[in-house]
DNA sequence: ATAGAAAACTGAACACTGTTTAGATTATGA
DNA sequence: TCATAATCTAAACAGTGTTCAGTTTTCTAT
């Protein structure tokens, strides 16, 4: 009859569900995602425990969501660092330096982001998420750009040389997570001084046996292309 | 009165702490770390949970000692796959693909080394380990002879480039061990191409920022100093 | 207003976890 | 043989994720 009960319902299910992802983000940031349990959570929204699973199905779907929220807070925080930076290699430069800064502002989201393993789901469906769509589309458009520009090797496949520098990054975020470097050590100058190497090594003929799957940074250039057709 | 009883009861309890560090070992293996318990380990040797912690003062404690297992496994790994390497490029090369290499084939201790946080000794204690006083001394001596043969930029740091090196193939490995990776993609050609682009990085004249520590990589390059001495 | 249905929530339990402690058992030394 | 010392265990504590029977609350339709 009252056709608003309805709504008021999901609003009022979608408040809780908003809550106890609160709870959880709190919990997460300030204590870190291995000790967040559904008892604590549970006791900031002040429900019993049981009824989270009404919300979520499992602890893990919690993290899932956490997840989600850390890639798209990442893609903002990259985004932000490069949006007024012109020189493709530059921003290349400025964009990696941002991902790898993601790590010290955010420890947790990264960790659970690229780390962690005991949220299964995250491994299996981390192509999926929209961060790699948008974000490393840009990146690779700007090292075509430094291709065209010959500021790299021109036989480079861009897809290939993104992942690459990726890659790279996330090994010296995670030695800083990890704390694998003595008291004295700067993991922000390892970060600086691994990105040149590489970015140097690029300039050079190297070449790329690495083929980058189409449904992550392939798909993402057809996306570029698009954007660029959409601009035109 | 009776002089061996002493010993035979020391050897007793060696016996038996090797049979909970087996145990712990074959269920880390195949299990991997974050499912062995205590419990688990005490049925498998047939004593109660509580045995155990005369012979290790926490579970941490167990893990600390697969972890030292863990770098005297890796150390032996990468002088197996280096010691009929004659060139100091092509030895520093192999040596960084074998690091690389244990990840895979020791998924789990390679993850309790470089990656976990769950065991703080480990980090706290991590530079340390034996491991770095003879192997990266090792490491350094051919980044020392690729500058000297001018193969790599004069203006190297050895230390600092073996440090950055270092840590572009642990972000490798650690794409691999946490499956960021599409299921097509190979983290293999991914390891190749980046350790490639690193070198040919070097051969560039790049300036490292980065200081490594005294104790952990300049040490070493005294231990290769002793080490020239006493063969000469 | 009231009965019935549906949704929401809880208490208690299950099977785990690392760790501690008091007590029982066993081995040793005089 | 008897006290001492070493060794091991049962039980408990406080915590974990999760499930389920049952209660309370809310809504719908008469």
């Given at each position: 009859m009252f056709m608003g009960i309805k709504e008021r319902q999901q609003r009022e299910r979608d408040r809780i569900r908003e809550a106890i992802l609160t709870a959880a983000r709190e919990l997460f940031v300030s204590d870190g995602y291995r000790n967040v349990s559904m008892r604590k959570i549970a006791?900031?929204?002040?429900?019993?425990p049981a009824a989270i699973y009404s919300y979520f199905r499992s602890k893990d779907d919690i993290f899932f969501e956490l997840a989600e929220e850390g890639f798209r807070k990442l893609a903002e925080h990259i985004v932000g660092a490069v949006e007024r930076v012109p020189d493709p290699l530059n921003r290349l430069r400025q964009g990696l330096l941002a991902f790898y800064g993601f790590s010290k502002i955010h420890p947790e989201y990264f960790e659970l982001m690229f780390v962690d393993r005991s949220v299964p789901q995250i491994s299996q469906d981390f192509q999926r998420f929209e961060f790699f769509q948008a974000t490393t589309a840009r990146a690779a458009a700007d090292i075509r750009a430094c291709i065209e520009r010959t500021e790299f090797s021109a036989g480079l496949d861009p897809a290939a040389a993104l992942h690459i520098l990726w890659v790279g990054m996330l090994g010296v975020a995670i030695i800083g997570l990890a704390k694998r470097l003595a008291p004295g050590e700067d993991p922000d100058a390892l970060a600086h001084d691994l990105l040149e190497l590489m970015?140097?090594?690029?300039?050079?003929?190297?070449?790329?046996?690495?083929?980058?799957?189409?449904?992550?940074?392939?798909?993402?250039?057809a996306l570029v292309a698009k954007d660029a057709h959409d601009h035109a």
């Open positions: 006791d900031r929204i002040e429900y019993s970015l140097a090594g690029f300039s050079t003929s190297v070449t790329t046996t690495f083929v980058a799957s189409e449904c992550a940074f392939h798909a993402a250039d």
